[in-house]
Structures are given as structure tokens and as C-alpha cells.
């Protein structure tokens, strides 16, 4: 048993478990307030890399003008969405629901390619030390980056929905809508906010990967990802989504580890989220924290 | 003339009547003159537009099980082109390593494939239509990498062989003598859906798809029906699977990602949900599309549109955003799909003179 690399890979899912926290936080904001399953959420974490990448390499913008901008689109990018394309979706089943954002999700990643090319694209170096000592461990200086904008991330959205007018506007509208409405809250503007928000935060995860891994289209997998997390922690549960997406990536690596030293079937660690998916659906299918559909007739 | 035509205003008088396939004569007769009609497109096209035909028709009864299923029941699967691949690949494998005849080898993979869906559908048919999604999600994935995987199955990276199809020590060779088994199966699985949407349980069915907890009120069981309605899927997506594996004879894993399941999807949005003749129109538009950009883009080569676009050299992304934007627009403008389009045609030209 090699228990540096152990350590290592646990480390790296800790990483990546983190960003798929994010990624699924910003998945189930937009489920709870206007019940939308968005299976686009990849691609918006894709577009706001790719937008970043083309700000720092084609306009030379340098990086800390390069995020804001990139974030300020995402927000105006995912207000537009929301007003194109959701709005008119509002009432309708929640299977052609579903499918307006699959056919986002394929318009979203073509045009991309299309815009940008298939070829995956290096981020340019953000930061000068490649890597930082950490209690004997060498850690990559992104890696600690990613940790540190994932956490930012999720307190900033934990006060947001805590302490701030907007949020409490969402958390009652994700109550009940109706009741919201009666109150005053325009329920229109919290879909939109929701959309906005969701993107920002997706973009922003986006640029973290890209400056880890570099942009391709691959990155839209995240998106994927996010089901498996947001099962196990329970559709609606954004506390839930943040554990759910942390056991998914230290589970992802540790299939890796025990992949690579003893089974050595290859590529296991890709599909052993997807596994762990169909269990929880067969034996806890609120996930860890979701609320039971109770219904009464 | 008696049976020939509908009166004005739709008088049906029985239940047999308002259940009957063919409303009148005429309909039952332009339905048998154009399948005798269709026999004879092997005589009148060339080899290229008659694999498209195939293609038209292999796809199209995988895309009637999809249909069945987000159609009449109210479910949504991502994973369709998993289950299509997996039929392609059972059906492979039973003809050239266990030696079942192609003839049974196409029905047998279908029920295969069926119980393979089952595994996946089944925990998530005791929950809402979302949660199948999700499941059959995981299932593409899953499955693509267990043919990734499996060489005894699928041969792994490389491409799994098909027998030809036979029926009595007859080999069928080349797409003109195929083309006709294709017929018959697209023939034989429509009949079989109309019919079965006509019975008890296709009635349940659309019942649990309009209002399932009035469904459960009336006594349908809700996990049986998800369940059936979901297996009846995976059973037409591995038949029409089945079909293609005889027809390419060789089967590889690429190209059968979530696209692919995607457009599926957009075979029967586009067609019309919970139409059993949408889902062949839908079917041929997206088997069509890429042919009518293909010419497109010809016809604009060297224009002001193909230097701004770069049509030749994008040609596959620009196929994939008209795609997904043809789903959207049927979507938000036309739920129903060509199917409601081809009604409202009908009604027009029925009442011609005075619409109103």
C-alpha cells in the first residue's frame, strides 16, 4: 500500500471534491427556486472559462480585470437565459422543462467549439510559485487556490441566503411561491437573480479548472458530475450539495487509488460516481438531506 | 362513399369506433397502397438514399420506444442511445458467438435489453419522471464504459461482428434485399404500439402521464406502469439496436455517446410526443437535417455567409447548435410537434372553403 499517494489523491479530491460542491450549490439554487433541473450547468461553467481565457490571451486583460469582467457576463449571461429561454418554459411539463435545458446544454458546448476550437487551450500562469509545503506535502500553489475560491464561494452564498435582503427573497419563493408573491417579492426577478447568481458561481469554478487543467470542452463534465452529488446530498439541499460534492471527489480519487493498485481495470474512477448514483437511487432516494415528497390528495 | 368519409363534427357512437386505428375506409386503404408503394423504393432510389431510408427506419422504432415512454407516460430517458447500443451489441454477440439466427437473435436482444433497462429503471420508477433522468443518465455512462470494458461482450476497442440476416438459410445481402427486413420490423412495431396504446394498459399509460395521482386513485398501479412503459423502451431501443448491428455488421461503441441520445430526443420533440406516426416524421427530419445542411452549405460555398460562418470546416458544430435550437423553438412554438402541424394541414384542406 502506497500511502503517499494515498494521501495525495485524497488531497486532490478534497480539490476537486470542493469545486464539485460549488458547482452542485449553484445546481441546486437554481432546482429550489424556480425547479428548473438544469442540465446545462457544465456548459456555464464552460463559457465562463472560455470567456475568461479569451479576455487574458486574445485582449491580453490581465487576470484581476479578466474575473470581474468574466463574472459581470455571467451574470447578464445567465439573466438572459433565464428570459430566453426558461420563461416561456414556466408551467409546462417538467420533462419539456428538462429538455430546454439539454438542448442549451448541446447549443452551449457546440458553439464553443465552434468559436474557440476543439483543441484544448493552456490558461496562462496566474501564479509565479509552482508549489507551496504544506505539513510535508507539496501541494500545488492552483490547487490551494481552488480550495481557498471554492470556500470563499460558499461562504459568500451562505451569508447571501443568511443575512441579505435578495436572499431571504429567494428562500421564500423557494418556499412557496405563491405566498412570496402576496408578499411583494417578484417572483420574476428571483428566477432571474437565481440563473444570474448560479452562473457567476459556475463561471467562476470554471476559471479555477481551466487554471488548473487548462479550457476544453471536457470541462462541461462538471456538469455531469453535479447529479451524483446532488442525489446523494438531496436535490433540494444546498448544505447537501456541498457534502455530497465533497464525497464524490475524495470517492472518485479513492476509486482511483484502489484502481490503480489493485484492480487495474482503468478509468474507474470515471464512472464510479455514476455507481454510487444508482445505489443511493435503490436504497435513499432523498439523498442525505433532501425533503421526502410527502404528498397528499 | 358510406365509410369513406367523417361527417361534420365527429360522430362515434361506440367504443369500438372511437378506438379503431383507421377511421374510415379511405385511410385504412392510403395507408396499405403507401406501405406497397414503399416496397419499391429499393427499385426507385440509389444506394444512398436508400440507407438513409434505412436508417429512417431503424432509428425511428428506437426512437417509438422513446416515444412510448416520454410520450404516452410522462418519463424522460437521457440514456436511449445506451440501450440502442446495447441491443446492437447483444444481438452481435448471440449471432456470432452463440449462433442464435439473426431472425431471433433481433427479438431476443430486444427482450435482453429490456431487462438491462430494468436494472436502471426500477429504482427510479418509484419516483418522479426527474429522478429517471437521472438514473438513465448514469446508465449511458455505465454502460458506454461496460463496452469499453467487456471484450468477451462487445470486443472492447475492437469492434464487435454481426452475422447477416438470414431466415430460413436465405441470406439477405447488400440494402436493397435489407431495406425489406427493416420494412417489416417498422411495420410490425408500429402496429404493435398503436395497438398496445389501445389496450388497457397503454390507456394507463397516458393516465399516469396526465395525472398520476389521479391514476392511482382509479387503481393503476403507478411502479408497475413506470416500470412497464419504461421497459417497453429499452425493448424497441435494443430491437432497433438489433436492426442496425445486421445492417452495419460491424458494431463500434463511438459515436453512441449522450448526443446521441440527445437526438433521440429530438426525434420524437420534433415529431411530436405522443404521436405513433410523429415519431417516424421526426425521425426522418433529424435523419434528413444534416443532408439539407450538407447542401446548403454547398449552395452558399463561396458566398458572404460561408466566409463569416466557415461552413465547410464547421459543418458538425453548426449541425449540432441547429439541433439543439430545433428542439427549443418546437418546444416554446410547437409542443405537439409535426404531428399537430400535419393535423391542422389536414383540418384545413378537410374544411377548405369554409374554415369557419
Known amino acids: 500500500?502506497?500511502?503517499?499517494?494515498?494521501?495525495?489523491?485524497?488531497?486532490?479530491?478534497?480539490?476537486?471534491?470542493?469545486?464539485?460542491?460549488?458547482?452542485?450549490?449553484?445546481?441546486?439554487?437554481?432546482?429550489?427556486?424556480?425547479?428548473?433541473?438544469?442540465?446545462?450547468?457544465?456548459?456555464?461553467?464552460?463559457?465562463?472559462?472560455?470567456?475568461?481565457?479569451?479576455?487574458?490571451?486574445?485582449?491580453?486583460?490581465?487576470?484581476?480585470?479578466?474575473?470581474?469582467?468574466?463574472?459581470?457576463?455571467?451574470?447578464?449571461?445567465?439573466?438572459?437565459?433565464?428570459?430566453?429561454?426558461?420563461?416561456?418554459?414556466?408551467?409546462?411539463?417538467?420533462?419539456?422543462?428538462?429538455?430546454?435545458?439539454?438542448?442549451?446544454?448541446?447549443?452551449?458546448?457546440?458553439?464553443?467549439?465552434?468559436?474557440?476550437?476543439?483543441?484544448?487551450?493552456?490558461?496562462?500562469?496566474?501564479?509565479?510559485?509552482?508549489?507551496?509545503?504544506?505539513?510535508?506535502?507539496?501541494?500545488?500553489?492552483?490547487?490551494?487556490?481552488?480550495?481557498?475560491?471554492?470556500?470563499?464561494?460558499?461562504?459568500?452564498?451562505?451569508?447571501?441566503?443568511?443575512s441579505s435582503k435578495h436572499g431571504l427573497a429567494m428562500r421564500a419563493t423557494a418556499f412557496d411561491q405563491q405566498v412570496a408573491q402576496s408578499l411583494g417579492i417578484s417572483v420574476k426577478n428571483v428566477f432571474a437573480m437565481s440563473w444570474a447568481i448560479s452562473a457567476t458561481v459556475s463561471a467562476v469554478a470554471g476559471v479555477v479548472v481551466a487554471v488548473v487543467n487548462g479550457v476544453s470542452s471536457g470541462l462541461s463534465i462538471y456538469g455531469i458530475k453535479v447529479f451524483p452529488a446532488t442525489i446523494l446530498g438531496g436535490l433540494d439541499s444546498i448544505g447537501g450539495a456541498?457534502?455530497?460534492?465533497?464525497?464524490?471527489?475524495?470517492?472518485?480519487?479513492?476509486?482511483?487509488?484502489?484502481?490503480?493498485?489493485?484492480?487495474?481495470?482503468?478509468?474507474?474512477?470515471?464512472?464510479?460516481?455514476?455507481?454510487v448514483l444508482i445505489i443511493i437511487l435503490m436504497i435513499k432516494p432523498y439523498g442525505l438531506f433532501g425533503t421526502k415528497d410527502i404528498e397528499r390528495v | 362513399m358510406a365509410n369513406s368519409m367523417i361527417p361534420a363534427g365527429d360522430f362515434r357512437t361506440s367504443y369500438a369506433a372511437d378506438t379503431t386505428i383507421f377511421p374510415t375506409v379511405t385511410s385504412r386503404n392510403v395507408a396499405i397502397v403507401s406501405i406497397i408503394l414503399v416496397c419499391f423504393a429499393p427499385y426507385l432510389f440509389n444506394e444512398y438514399w436508400l440507407s438513409l431510408l434505412i436508417q429512417i427506419g431503424i432509428y425511428g422504432i428506437a426512437a417509438l420506444g422513446l416515444n412510448v415512454l416520454v410520450g404516452f407516460t410522462g418519463q424522460i430517458s437521457i440514456g436511449h442511445a445506451a440501450f440502442f447500443l446495447f441491443g446492437a451489441f447483444s444481438s452481435a454477440y448471440l449471432s456470432t458467438k452463440i449462433g442464435v439466427p439473426a431472425f431471433f437473435a433481433i427479438p431476443l436482444s430486444g427482450v435482453v435489453t429490456a431487462l438491462v433497462g430494468l436494472v436502471f429503471g426500477l429504482p427510479a420508477a418509484r419516483l418522479k419522471g426527474l429522478y429517471l433522468a437521472i438514473a438513465t443518465l448514469a446508465a449511458q455512462y455505465i454502460l458506454l464504459d461496460f463496452f469499453a470494458r467487456a471484450e468477451w461482450f462487445s470486443g472492447g476497442s475492437v469492434p464487435a461482428m454481426a452475422e447477416p440476416f438470414s431466415i430460413f438459410g436465405y441470406v439477405f445481402q447488400g440494402d436493397r434485399q435489407y431495406f425489406y427486413v427493416v420494412l417489416a420490423y417498422v411495420v410490425v412495431c408500429y402496429l404493435l404500439v398503436t395497438n398496445m396504446m389501445r389496450s388497457r394498459d397503454g390507456r394507463a399509460l397516458v393516465a399516469v402521464r396526465d395525472h398520476y395521482l389521479s391514476a392511482e386513485i382509479m387503481g393503476i398501479n403507478l411502479t408497475k406502469y413506470r416500470t412497464l412503459s419504461f421497459g417497453v423502451a429499452a425493448f424497441f431501443a435494443g430491437v432497433g439496436g438489433a436492426l442496425y448491428a445486421h445492417y452495419q455488421l460491424v458494431v463500434s461503441y463511438e459515436g453512441f455517446g449522450i448526443e446521441r441520445s440527445i437526438l433521440f430526443l429530438a426525434m420524437i420533440i420534433i415529431g411530436g410526443t405522443g404521436s405513433i406516426m410523429g415519431t417516424l416524421m421526426g425521425t426522418a427530419f433529424v435523419v434528413l437535417l444534416p443532408e439539407v445542411?450538407?447542401?446548403?452549405?454547398?449552395?452558399?460555398?463561396?458566398?458572404?455567409?460561408?466566409?463569416?460562418?466557415?461552413?465547410?470546416?464547421?459543418?458538425?458544430?453548426?449541425?449540432?447548435?441547429?439541433?439543439?435550437?430545433?428542439?427549443?423553438?418546437?418546444?416554446?412554438?410547437?409542443?405537439?410537434?409535426?404531428?399537430?402541424?400535419?393535423?391542422?394541414?389536414?383540418?384545413?384542406?378537410?374544411?377548405?372553403?369554409?374554415s369557419h
Open chain 2, 293 to 354: 445542411m450538407e447542401w446548403l452549405s454547398s449552395v452558399l460555398a463561396g458566398g458572404a455567409i460561408d466566409q463569416a460562418l466557415g461552413l465547410k470546416t464547421n459543418i458538425t458544430f453548426l449541425r449540432e447548435i441547429a439541433i439543439g435550437v430545433i428542439i427549443i423553438v418546437f418546444l416554446v412554438f410547437e409542443p405537439d410537434g409535426l404531428a399537430h402541424r400535419w393535423h391542422q394541414i389536414k383540418a384545413y384542406w378537410k374544411l377548405y372553403p369554409f
Open chain 1, 1 to 162: 500500500m502506497n500511502a503517499q499517494l494515498l494521501i495525495q489523491l485524497l488531497v486532490n479530491g478534497l480539490v476537486v471534491g470542493t469545486l464539485y460542491g460549488v458547482v452542485a450549490m449553484s445546481f441546486v439554487l437554481i432546482y429550489k427556486a424556480t425547479q428548473v433541473v438544469n442540465f446545462a450547468q457544465g456548459e456555464l461553467l464552460l463559457v465562463g472559462a472560455w470567456v475568461c481565457w479569451a479576455l487574458m490571451v486574445k485582449y491580453q486583460v490581465p487576470f484581476y480585470f479578466a474575473m470581474p469582467i468574466t463574472m459581470v457576463f455571467m451574470f447578464i449571461f445567465g439573466i438572459l437565459i433565464q428570459m430566453v429561454f426558461l420563461r416561456p418554459m414556466i408551467g409546462e411539463p417538467i420533462i419539456s422543462v428538462i429538455m430546454v435545458t439539454i438542448a442549451l446544454s448541446t447549443v452551449l458546448q457546440a458553439s464553443m467549439k465552434w468559436i474557440f476550437g476543439v483543441n484544448p487551450q493552456p490558461f496562462p500562469p496566474i501564479f509565479t510559485s509552482q508549489s507551496v509545503n504544506f505539513l510535508g506535502l507539496q501541494i500545488q500553489t492552483v490547487y490551494v487556490m481552488s480550495l481557498v475560491v471554492s470556500l470563499a464561494m460558499m461562504a459568500a452564498m451562505a451569508w447571501f441566503f443568511r
Open chain 1, 242 to 275: 456541498v457534502l455530497g460534492g465533497i464525497i464524490i471527489g475524495l470517492l472518485e480519487n479513492f476509486a482511483q487509488f484502489i484502481d490503480g493498485e489493485y484492480l487495474h481495470w482503468g478509468n474507474l474512477y470515471e464512472v464510479a460516481p455514476f455507481y
